[in-house]
């Protein structure tokens, strides 16, 4: 049998040879590339691990689902419009108090389920009436709203790549606060400047019949339904993560589901058929696949010592190429999602930087995790927003949009693990 070096290179092979010949999807190719590792490496193959492993990210998964039934619902019963265009109402036209809001809204969704996807996928189709009325194209406001979802992610209180890589180095995730907040708030902040520009802003002054509509009962029904689904979602979530010992955490996916309950009631049989069917079909069953997969990569990775192996390998690179090293994580994140790079790269990259404030080395690494949401082919929280766009988009184009962001969020990252040792009495809470 091959040791676990020359096993994982020899599957990463296989990998690259079934994408690129056979044209598999990426969840068949990382079955088979799992498969291939553990039997080059043990010689045999477990079906156990192969379905226990299916199993790691069924909680992602069910978010997943439940933000794709909570967002369409919302669509689909007009709630969502009718909120967007009831903002652009109150807020006079006034493009970059529009944008904040938009901004405030991914934001938090992404701070309070630690999850960029999910965040797209609740927030983002309140979010696309809004810019679209600023007259942002498609690929733009796929991109602001992956970046702000992602930033939301990166925030605390709930960052699920972090929560990972602590684990991992045996840490309690505590006090992570300070370090997180100011990795996602710069790059937050740089994007609502770039996407609130008045050039790129074309604003339609023409009444749409969702706006005709607004002062009759439908409209105000509508706009009712869209308030009370934020309040039974986002507003839980904030009076959850601020009285925790109070007020029980029913699970991400529950309070999705009771949210979009609201909208099941304007909806009839045929609409609530095409529910399901965009639901459950199309990207977030795709991407939900994908999960699957990585969750079985990772559990044969550690099965076979692969994990264990990284962890050597990085803790044996002399300092001046651990910084090199963190390219590293986006780039393994394109195939195993920022959630697995996080678990397999991002743990023993910590271990790495253990000589200094493990606090800001488990904010920073995650960030840098959470880069993988742009990096084909996977891009979650890039395809989810162009999932919820909807139209003619491009993903590369879409991506292009995003650079200036995620090249701010590495730079934090890598320059917050530089001056750690400076940085710890102010931004790290022990």
Not at 31 to 60: C, K
Not at 90 to 103: D, E, N
Not at 272 to 277: I, P, T
């Amino acid at each position: 049998m091959l040791s676990p070096s020359v096993g994982f290179f020899a599957s990463v092979l296989i990998l690259i040879g079934v994408m690129a010949w056979l044209r598999l999807s990426l969840s068949i190719a990382l079955v088979i590339f799992s498969m291939a590792m553990v039997l080059l490496i043990n010689g045999d193959l477990p079906f156990r691990h192969l379905v226990e492993g299916s199993f790691g990210y069924l909680n992602l998964i069910l978010a997943l689902f439940a933000g794709a039934f909570f967002g369409q619902a919302m669509r689909m019963s007009r709630a969502a419009d009718a909120f967007g265009n009831a903002v652009i109402r109150w807020c006079g036209h006034r493009q970059l108090v529009v944008v904040v809001v938009a901004a405030v809204l991914l934001f938090v969704a992404g701070a309070m389920v630690g999850i960029a996807g999910v965040a797209v996928l609740a927030t983002g189709v309140f979010v696309v009436p809004m810019l679209k009325r600023l007259g942002m194209s498609n690929e733009r406001v796929a991109a602001f709203i992956a970046l702000l979802s992602t930033c939301g992610m990166i925030a605390p209180p709930v960052n699920v790549p972090a929560m990972a890589i602590a684990d991992g180095v045996n840490m309690p995730y505590a006090n992570f606060e300070y370090a997180l907040f100011i990795l996602a708030i710069i790059p937050a902040l740089i994007t609502i400047a770039l996407f609130s520009r008045s050039k790129i802003l074309t604003p339609q002054n023409k009444p749409t019949l969702e706006e005709k509509t607004e002062s009759t009962v439908e409209g105000r029904m509508e706009l009712s339904v869209a308030i009370l689904g934020l309040v039974l979602t986002l507003g839980f979530w904030l009076l959850q993560r601020s009285l925790p010992a109070y007020v029980i955490d029913p699970a991400v996916p529950l309070v999705l589901v009771v949210g979009s309950l609201v909208a099941l009631i304007r909806l009839n049989k045929h609409s609530l058929r095409q529910l399901m069917d965009a639901t459950f079909s199309g990207t977030p069953l795709i991407l939900a696949g994908v999960l699957v997969a990585v969750g079985i990569t990772v559990q044969i990775m550690t099965l076979t010592g692969v994990r264990g192996w990284l962890v050597i390998t990085a803790l044996s690179f002399p300092e001046a190429l651990l910084y090199v090293e963190l390219l590293m994580l986006p780039l393994f994140g394109s195939v195993l999602t920022s959630m697995g790079t996080a678990n397999v790269l991002g743990v023993p990259l910590a271990f790495s930087f253990i000589h200094q404030d493990m606090i800001i080395n488990v904010a920073a690494l995650s960030a840098i995790s959470a880069i993988s949401e742009f990096m084909p082919p996977t891009a979650i929280a890039t395809a989810l927003s162009l999932y919820v766009v909807g139209g003619q988009a491009s993903l590369f184009k879409t991506l292009r949009y995003c650079l200036i962001p995620v090249a701010s969020i590495f730079i934090i990252a890598v320059l917050m693990l530089v001056f750690a040792t400076q940085l710890s009495p102010f931004i790290s809470v022990a």
